[in-house]
């Protein structure tokens, strides 16, 4: 069994995972990859279009493996971040993010003026793994940032 203990990228663009089973360290070069994109999907409701065009053949596929990924499952309905990986033998891969937090408090706030304190904590600690701090009044005060930019308040 190997764990991936890390990962880079080479100068040539080639992804590089640090593997060890047990004893020995062993370096695996991967194939090259020619394009990486982010955009927002609706978990379990993804669809083939201009968003995706630039997988080209490979959309159908990729819808349908994004559509009943199991991560995906338990957000059904939720817009989230997904990072594609492309190679140059026509494969992929995606990885599944956060939802952004600009989704996450409209979805908090809906019709009201303000949200409340207990709601910023929530969507502090559901984005903190996408901030750059370990730190949840940091995380409040940028989510709280982000709602008072909407023009919306934030109860005390």
Request: charged content about 30%; some cysteine.
């Amino acid at each position: 069994m190997f764990f991936i203990l890390d990962t880079w990228w080479t100068d040539d663009n080639r992804k590089l995972d640090y593997l060890f089973d047990q004893k020995t360290i062993i370096i695996n070069y991967m194939k090259k990859v020619i394009s990486r994109r982010k955009i927002q999907l609706v978990c379990g409701q993804a669809k083939a279009g201009a968003n995706l065009a630039f997988l080209e053949k490979k959309m159908v596929l990729f819808v349908k493996d994004f559509n009943n990924d199991e991560k995906a499952k338990k957000k059904n309905g939720e817009l989230v971040n997904v990072e594609i990986t492309i190679y140059e033998d026509g494969s992929y891969e995606y990885t599944i993010g956060n939802s952004p937090s600009s989704y996450l408090i409209k979805k908090a706030i809906g019709d009201k003026k303000e949200i409340s304190q207990v709601d910023l904590e929530k969507i502090a600690n559901e984005i903190m793994p996408s901030l750059n701090t370990d730190n949840l009044e940091e995380a409040k005060k940028t989510v709280a940032s982000t709602v008072q930019s909407f023009g919306k308040k934030v109860s005390e």
